[in-house]
């Protein structure tokens, strides 16, 4: 099927000079109008329940849309609400002089994700502020940015994720001529752009999508609010709304790729999904524009199928994060064993994570008193992305600790080399690289004070099953958010601009070794020391190959060739963990190895990897 000649164009549309065409739906509307200026304008009906009309409206217009007469309110797929969540939407036109005409894009398994939020990433908080950081993320190799939701929110300060109008970026972050102008920026740097948006609710305050028609259903519920009506009656055009807007971010700002939030909290008993209908309606753009375009799913249901052909059963995502991966290593490095980290803690867990994308593939799980997962046998490790922190797992912490402030430097450089040496796609955190010791916080900008009080309540509720203490920091309070931007000095200096560099020289070898750049599951072994905390894995391609070993624990530790043995060949060391270069005190292993030789001698929390002809 070709479901591009299916869609349903909504929102406001420039037709060319000062003509603009307004379409919405809303089936059981007995009459909408559309309001410029205090005029009202009647609107026709089609059979679906599609509003439409078309007048002189040009870019820069503000509108409402009056329901029966009575109520206003602004486009449910308005592109730009400058002022606020609560008024009137006003008319883009999307003509903008992109200067990405050769640009082809990058294919997931080639990407290196720099997660970004946009607000915190800088003091000023604005799409033209990232602009001035994007030469130092490419230096250091990144080749992908991964932006939290900029879809408009209530207020100045939010993580994104309680956006109410899913086309229209963030007003206080620059707005819809700023996205494009990053857009376009990172483009001629080389840098792919992933956009995060939240299809499976809409945010609580200015969210006005139930008085337009049945876009919610009380069928489920989700963690976050009323659950996404995409199987119930009329849902073939909630679908659209949201299969538009998907098209929408590739159509009209160049977005290479959507990483689509918490696909668990989407509940939909279909046939086909509304998942695979998106894959399809996005191959279809694929073959129509000639562009290459992701999706990137979140999930916490361990499902192969999420990235499983829709021809085989499966959703078509590109594909998903494992959080497995995080908590495998996490669990090891910092000790933690409560909440989703009862589940983890030994080599073991991290060996599965590193052969397979996934520990929980079937096994129980004391964490959810069940089984959980199925076989990630046939993911290919260009679907993975792989991580050691992100905003869930450092934000969602009590006090927002990254991992820097929660382990000694040499685990930072540990979880580095794990984490860019394994086969799969890595993401790194905003600030990451040099050790970010600011922290993460929740924080959030409502009008309404018994939002607010609900927000700080649910917080709390959200740790019971961990054994954090205290109270977590106001997530309505400005100095919340300040607490959480970078302090961007510290990688220059210090242990920051070591930890870059090391930073740097591993994205390097990752581009530069072919085993690295081009990693097959099917050429990876895994071996660990349980009692030792030591891993160390070997990967092979076209006669030519490394090894790499890992301490995840803070003592030196002497291994013995029969309790690990050394590939067979001789091995050059590429880079150690422990060297001065990056702010270690001298690492221990020799330059070169034969295999089959004499014991090893690992630092604290100490990575190193050679290469040869193993």
Not at 26 to 34: C, E, I, K, S, Y
Not at 202 to 229: I, K, M, Q, S
Not at 291 to 310: F, H, Q, T
Request: glycine share 12%.
């Amino acid at each position: 099927m070709d479901h591009m000649r299916s869609r349903k164009m909504v929102g406001a549309r420039c037709l060319g000079g000062e003509t603009c065409s307004f379409t919405v739906w809303a089936p059981f509307a007995d009459t909408v109008q559309l309001c410029i200026d205090g005029a009202a304008r009647p609107m026709e009906r089609d059979g679906m329940g599609y509003w439409s009309v078309a007048c002189d409206a040009p870019a820069g217009t503000d509108y409402l849309y009056r329901i029966n007469g009575s109520v206003d309110r602004p486009d449910p797929a308005s592109h730009f609400q400058p002022s606020g969540v609560h008024a009137a939407s006003r008319v883009v036109d999307h003509a903008f002089p992109w200067q990405d005409r050769g640009w082809e894009g990058i294919a997931l398994s080639d990407m290196v994700i720099y997660e970004v939020h946009v607000g915190a990433f800088t003091p000023e908080g604005t799409f033209a502020a990232m602009i001035g950081r994007l030469d130092d993320l490419a230096a250091l190799g990144v080749n992908a940015v991964e932006l939290m939701p900029v879809s408009q929110f209530p207020g100045t300060r939010s993580w994104g994720y309680d956006g109410v109008y899913i086309f229209a970026p963030q007003a206080s972050y620059g707005g819809p001529a700023g996205l494009k102008e990053l857009i376009n920026a990172c483009h001629r740097r080389s840098i792919a752009v992933v956009l995060d948006v939240v299809y499976n609710h809409l945010g609580p305050e200015g969210n006005y999508l139930a008085d337009f028609g049945p876009y919610f259903t009380d069928r489920y519920r989700t963690p976050w609010g009323a659950a996404v009506n995409f199987d119930g009656p009329y849902s073939d055009d909630v679908r659209g709304f949201f299969i538009e807007n998907a098209l929408h971010w590739f159509e009209s700002y160049h977005v290479d790729g959507l990483r689509i939030d918490a696909i668990h909290g989407i509940f939909d008993q279909s046939a086909v999904p509304f998942l695979a209908r998106m894959s399809e309606a996005v191959a279809d753009y694929r073959r129509a524009s000639g562009r290459s375009v992701l999706l990137i799913a979140e999930s916490d249901l361990n499902d192969a199928r999420v990235v499983r052909p829709v021809s085989e059963g499966g959703l078509g995502m590109d594909g998903e994060w494992s959080d497995d991966f995080h908590h495998a290593l996490h669990a090891l490095l910092t000790g933690e064993r409560t909440g989703y980290y009862a589940d983890f803690g030994t080599v073991a867990d991290m060996e599965t994570a590193l052969r397979d994308g996934m520990v929980y593939q079937g096994r129980y799980s004391l964490y959810r008193k069940r089984s959980h997962g199925n076989a990630a046998a046939g993911t290919a490790c260009g679907q993975m992305v792989v991580f050691c922190q992100n905003h869930d797992q450092v934000g969602n912490r009590m006090k927002g600790e990254r991992l820097a402030a929660l382990v000694p430097f040499e685990a930072l450089k540990a979880a580095a080399g794990v984490l860019l040496a394994s086969p799969y796609v890595p993401l790194l955190f905003m600030g990451e690289e040099y050790g970010e010791e600011n922290p993460f916080l929740y924080f959030a900008d409502y009008a309404d004070p018994g939002l607010m009080e609900a927000v700080r309540n649910g917080r709390r509720a959200e740790f019971k099953e961990f054994s954090w203490a205290g109270d977590p920091p106001d997530p309505g309070s400005v100095e919340t958010f300040m607490a959480s931007k970078l302090a961007w000095e510290k990688r220059g200096r210090g242990k920051g601009r070591a930890l870059c560099a090391y930073y740097r020289r591993l994205l390097a070898l990752r581009r530069e070794v072919p085993c690295l750049a081009q990693p097959d599951k099917g050429r990876l072994e895994v071996r660990g020391l349980e009692a030792d905390k030591l891993i160390m894995a070997r990967m092979w391609k076209d006669g030519s190959a490394v090894f790499w070993l890992a301490n995840l624990e803070g003592k030196a530790k002497t291994v013995a060739p029969v309790a690990l043995p050394l590939p067979a060949g001789r091995w050059k060391k590429l880079i150690d963990s422990g060297d001065a270069a990056w702010g270690g005190t001298g690492g221990p292993l020799p330059e070169t190895l034969s295999g089959g030789g004499g014991s090893l001698r690992i630092g604290p929390f100490g990575f190193a990897l050679f290469v040869g002809d193993g």
